[in-house]
């Protein structure tokens, strides 16, 4: 097993510079799938500031504000609705067309950041499940680019912060607060983020699927996109926004449930931010994660790398020497 922080498969490691080197006729794609709160915001607010500079590395982008003008219609559809079949079809159809068009302008690979493609957080509240459908959704993207899809790369969080901010999102989108039988079930729900990976890595089978820990990344956009490329380029370094996940504190969510004529005293004192977890819930959430990143540390059943070395350039070095 290769030494230091970037884990890769044992199976892999003589593989380590074909992985990263790759080269296709076509463009590659990188998909960037979030999970929501890990700082896609601040990601995408990076992006949208260096668009051009990274489109003379020969890096295309397209972000929440390219892919939800209905570029991606039909393909993150449930199945069994009306009409879906064709929706999807329609959908397959356009994205191959603007990636054809991206190639013809000759670009050497374009990254695609939507958490949008794992699921919404709603549906992982309603369903009581981490990003259920993950797996399905990401399949339909593998088909939809047609064979183009190189990385993928997924930003995981400690569990007792992303249930608690999905919870708050939801509370603020109109969801009451949650009961205790509820939270009991979101501590004890059978997918954590290994489940997810897993599924992403089944639908992907030809990708690379890269995860990093928000803990160690999640402020840092311009190393995202250069773990993204490989270290292909040096990204700029300019334009950091300092955004933070804007998950709602509990000033605002007492406004919320006043405007909804509802017990605002349902919720602690304080101002900072909501976690209506219990310290034994809190405790079972980050053994699982602790549990999900040593899986990854471990190898990941060669399904997934870990990055947590600090720089880019010295993550690929590893790689590429294999040790």
Request: a neutral charge; glycine letters at 8%; aromatic letters at 6%.
């Amino acid at each position: 097993m290769m030494d230091g922080n970037l884990f890769r498969p044992d199976a892999m490691q003589n593989a380590g510079a074909v992985a990263f080197d790759k080269v296709h006729d076509n463009m590659d794609v990188i998909l960037h799938v979030g999970a929501h709160m890990t700082g896609v915001s601040t990601l995408t607010y990076y992006l949208e500031r260096n668009r051009r500079k990274l489109r003379n590395q020969g890096l295309a982008l397209w972000t929440v504000s390219d892919t939800r003008k209905g570029l991606f219609d039909g393909l993150t559809l449930r199945s069994g609705l009306h009409g879906v079949e064709r929706r999807r079809m329609r959908g397959a159809g356009r994205v191959r067309l603007r990636c054809a068009a991206l190639e013809k302008a000759r670009a050497k690979e374009l990254l695609v950041c939507d958490p949008g493609i794992l699921g919404g957080l709603s549906n992982n509240i309603s369903s009581e499940r981490l990003y259920p459908a993950a797996g399905e959704r990401a399949a339909r993207m593998t088909h939809a680019f047609d064979g183009r899809v190189k990385r993928v790369f997924i930003i995981v969080r400690s569990l007792e912060d992303y249930w608690a901010g999905a919870l708050a999102h939801a509370v603020q989108n109109g969801f009451p607060l949650p009961l205790g039988a509820e939270l009991d079930r979101l501590v004890t729900q059978p997918r954590s983020w290994r489940r997810v990976i897993t599924d992403l890595a089944c639908a992907m089978p030809d990708a690379e699927i890269l995860v990093a820990p928000f803990e160690r990344i999640g402020d840092r956009p311009d190393d995202m996109v250069e773990f993204a490329v490989a270290g292909r380029f040096g990204a700029p370094a300019n334009l950091r926004s300092g955004l933070r996940p804007q998950v709602p504190h509990l000033n605002a969510l007492r406004e919320v449930l006043v405007d909804r004529q509802e017990d605002e005293e349902d919720l602690p004192d304080g101002s900072g931010r909501w976690q209506p977890f219990e310290a034994g819930q809190v405790e079972t959430l980050r053994e699982i994660y602790a549990a999900d990143l040593a899986w990854l540390r471990s190898g990941a059943e060669g399904l997934a790398y870990l990055i947590e070395e600090k720089e880019p350039s010295l993550a690929r070095n590893r790689a590429l020497v294999g040790t």
